[in-house]
C-alpha cells in the first residue's frame, strides 16, 4: 500500500506523474532524507514508539490529501497537472512523505527471520507490480483515487500489524540465521565502504540506462509493460521460495548478480535494436525493480542489525541508491568535455559500473571470509594429543565449543546427581549456554509452556532459583 501510494506520486515506470520533473523531484527528496539524518544525528537517541506511530498516521494523512488533491486536479479540463507550481508542489509533498510512512513499515519488520522479510518483501512488490499494471489503463482522477483509499488503509494496518506478534522472531545468532551473513562485521569499515561503491555503482549504471539511448526515461508499450512485469513477478516468486532454503548471503548475492544480468540484457538489446528502445526498456526495468527489492532488504537487515534509530539506516541507504545518477550523468558530462560522446562510449561506462560493482561486492565478501578464518584460527587449540587420540578423546575446534561440550559434561553430571530427564538436561544445558526461552523453545520445537515447565521442574529438583545460580553451582562443582 505504501509503495503503490508513493509510486503514484513520483516519476516510475507506472506512474501517472512521468512528466514531473524528475530532478527537481530528486532534488526535494534528497533534501528530505539529508535533513532526516541530521536531525537523527543530532537526536542521538531511538525514537519513542508514540512519535513513531503519530509521525506514520500524520505522513499517511499528508500523503492521501494530496492523493485526492491531485485527483481533483485531474479531473479540471485541459489543465495540465505538471506545468503548475501548487500542483507539482502536491507531487513532492506527497511522495516525501509517502516514503516517510513507506520508513514506518521498514522499521515494524525489523527483528522478524530473514527468510520471513524476504518473502513478506517480495510478496509486497509482487503485489504492487500487479496493481500498477492494472492502474495503467484508467484514467488519472480513478488511479489517484485508488492511490488515496490505498494509502489511508495503512492506518488499519498499522492497528493490526500493533496487535499482531512478530514472525519467527530471531533470538538467536546462528551462521544461518544472520540477515546478511555478516552481522559481526556490522562495524567493519572496509567492508561498508565496499558495500556502498557497488551501490553507488549499481544505480548509476541503472540511471544511465533507464535515460539511455534517447536522453530520457525510455516509454514501455503495453507489450513490454506486461513482460516486465510478468518478468519481475516470477523472478520474485522464485526468490521467495529460494528464501525458505537457501541462506540470506547467497540470496543476496543471486539477487546482486541477477540485477545486473538483467541490466546488461537490456543494455545488448539497447545496441542490437536501437529504433525499439521498449524491449531494452522491459529487461532494465525488471532490473530495477529487483535492484529496489534489494534496497528494501538491506534497509530491514541493517535496521535490525544495528543499534541506531531504524529511520536513520533507512534514510542513509535509500540516499545511497539515490544519488548516485549525479555520478553517472557527471561522468557523460566529463567525457563529453572532450568531444562528442559516442553510443558506444556510454555502453562502455555502463558495462564497467555493472561489472564493478558485482567485483565489488564479491571482493568485499571475500574479505570477510578472509578475516572469518583468521579468526578462527586465532581461536583454533592445539591438535588431539597422542594420549587424546589413544583415549578416543576429540579435541574441539574452537573455545565455543569448548565451552559447549564442558557445559554437556557439567550438566550431564547435575542431572545424575539430581535425576534430571534427557529433556530437562538438554533445556537447561541450552538455558545456562546464555538462551532465551523462545529460542530453546524454537531450537528444540517445542512450545515455550514446555521449556519453562523444564525451568521450572529443574529448579524445584537442585533447589536452584535463577540461571546464575546454576552456573555458580556448576563452576563450584566443577573446582
Known amino acids: 500500500m505504501a509503495r503503490t501510494g508513493y509510486a503514484l506520486l513520483s516519476p516510475t515506470d507506472y506512474a501517472l506523474s512521468n512528466s514531473l520533473t524528475s530532478n527537481s523531484f530528486a532534488t526535494a ?52 497537472l505538471s506545468s503548475i507550481l501548487p500542483i507539482e508542489a502536491l507531487y513532492i509533498v506527497g511522495a516525501s512523505f509517502g516514503l516517510l510512512s513507506f520508513f514506518y513499515w521498514f522499521r515494524r519488520m525489523r527483528n522478524n527471520s530473514p527468510a520471513a522479510i524476504v518473502v513478506t518483501i517480495a510478496v509486497a512488490r509482487i503485489l504492487y507490480e500487479a496493481a500498477m499494471f492494472a492502474q495503467s489503463p484508467l484514467t488519472p482522477t480513478f488511479s489517484y483515487a485508488l492511490g488515496a483509499i490505498v494509502t489511508l488503509l495503512q492506518c488499519a494496518c498499522i492497528q493490526a500489524a500493533r496487535r499482531a506478534y512478530k514472525a519467527f522472531p530471531t533470538n538467536d545468532k546462528k551462521p544461518d540465521r544472520t540477515f546478511l551473513g555478516f552481522d559481526s562485521h556490522i562495524n567493519d569499515a572496509k567492508f561498508l565502504v565496499l558495500c556502498v561503491l557497488a551501490c553507488v555503482l549499481l544505480s548509476s549504471a ?35 521460495v529460494a528464501a525458505l532454503r537457501f541462506r540470506p548471503l547467497t ?43 534489494l534496497k528494501w532488504y538491506l534497509i530491514v537487515s541493517f535496521i535490525s542489525i544495528g543499534k541506531r534509530d531504524p529511520y536513520l539506516y533507512a534514510a542513509v541507504i535509500w540516499l545511497i541508491f539515490l544519488e548516485p545518477r549525479v555520478l553517472g550523468d557527471g561522468i557523460v558530462s566529463l567525457l563529453g568535455a572532450f568531444g562528442p560522446v559516442s553510443s558506444n562510449e556510454t555502453e562502455a561506462v555502463i558495462s564497467f559500473m555493472l561489472n564493478a560493482s558485482s567485483l565489488l561486492l564479491l571482493l568485499g565478501i571475500g574479505i570477510l571470509f578472509a578475516d572469518e578464518k583468521r579468526r ?15 583415549a578416543g578423546i576429540e579435541e574441539p575446534s574452537s573455545m565455543a565449543e569448548v565451552r559447549e561440550q564442558a557445559m554437556t559434561h557439567s550438566i550431564e553430571r547435575l542431572g545424575k546427581q539430581f535425576l534430571l530427564s534427557e ?47 546454576i552456573l555458580d553451582y556448576l563452576n563450584d562443582y566443577d573446582e
Open 423 to 469: 529433556r530437562e538436561m538438554e533445556v537447561i544445558k541450552l538455558y545456562a549456554l546464555g538462551h532465551t526461552q523462545s529460542s530453546i523453545a524454537e531450537m528444540l520445537c517445542i512450545s515455550k509452556t514446555t521449556v519453562h515447565a523444564h525451568i521450572r521442574h529443574t529448579y524445584e529438583k537442585t533447589n536452584l532459583h535463577s540461571r546464575q545460580g
Open 251 to 293: 540470496l543476496l548475492l543471486v539477487n546482486w548478480l541477477t540485477v545486473s544480468a538483467l541490466a546488461s540484457i537490456g543494455l545488448l538489446l539497447y545496441t542490437a535494436a536501437p529504433q525499439d528502445a521498449s524491449w531494452g526498456a522491459m529487461f532494465v526495468t525488471a532490473s530495477n525493480s529487483l535492484k529496489n527489492v
Open 376 to 390: 578462527a584460527e586465532s581461536t583454533r587449540i592445539a591438535p588431539t594429543s597422542l594420549f587424546g587420540k589413544i
Open 29 to 80: 527528496r534528497s533534501i528530505l532524507l539529508v535533513a532526516l539524518i541530521v536531525l537523527l544525528c543530532a537526536h542521538g537517541k531511538t525514537l519513542s514508539k508514540r512519535f513513531v506511530n503519530t509521525f506514520a498516521h500524520l505522513s499517511i494523512a499528508i500523503s492521501a490529501a494530496c492523493l485526492i488533491g491531485l485527483c481533483i486536479c485531474s479531473g479540471v479540463p485541459d489543465l495540465n
Open 206 to 240: 541503472h540511471h544511465l540506462l533507464r535515460t539511455w539511448p534517447v536522453d530520457a526515461v525510455t516509454p514501455l508499450t503495453e507489450t513490454t509493460t506486461l513482460g516486465a512485469c510478468l518478468l519481475t513477478v516470477l523472478l520474485l516468486a522464485g526468490g521467495a
